[in-house]
């Protein structure tokens, strides 16, 4: 099982900067692309930015050009630089990891959720 442990939430004001971390953790296995999701009150789970292996990156638009995704192969650690943060970006930011585990008697796909950390932006 990979366990995925999400830090650096918390409230800023609009203009602000904040940086996600997540950390997986596990035995035996390897991984093709992390990335963060969030989820605003009333509001469906939506993609913020994904990260492969092989380091390309996808942004939702809304982010594009202020937040940054990046990753630490040797701590299995993905970030999220958020900057120029707006009201708009306050949600429970999710941290998601897809990849191959190798820990049974057979190598099996998997995919992990983070906890979840709140961002709040707000004056």
């Known amino acids: 099982q990979v366990q995925l442990v999400e830090s650096g939430g918390g409230l800023v004001q609009p203009g602000g900067s904040l940086r996600l971390s997540c950390a997986a953790s596990?035995?035996?296995?390897?991984?093709?692309?992390m990335g963060w999701y969030r989820q605003a009150p009333g509001k469906q789970r939506e993609l913020v930015a994904v990260?492969?292996?092989?380091?390309?990156?996808n942004y939702a638009d809304s982010v594009k050009g202020r937040f940054t995704i990046s990753k630490d192969n040797a701590k299995n650690t993905v970030y999220l630089q958020m900057n120029s943060l707006k009201p708009e970006d306050t949600a429970v930011y999710y941290c998601?990891?897809?990849?191959?585990?190798?820990?049974?008697?057979?190598?099996?796909?998997?995919?992990?959720w983070g906890q979840g950390t709140q961002v709040t932006i707000s004056s």
């Open positions: 998601n990891a897809g990849g191959i585990n190798y820990s049974g008697p057979i190598a099996k796909k998997f995919g992990s």
């Open positions: 596990g035995s035996a296995f390897s991984i093709n692309a």
């Open positions: 990260i492969t292996s092989d380091d390309n990156t």
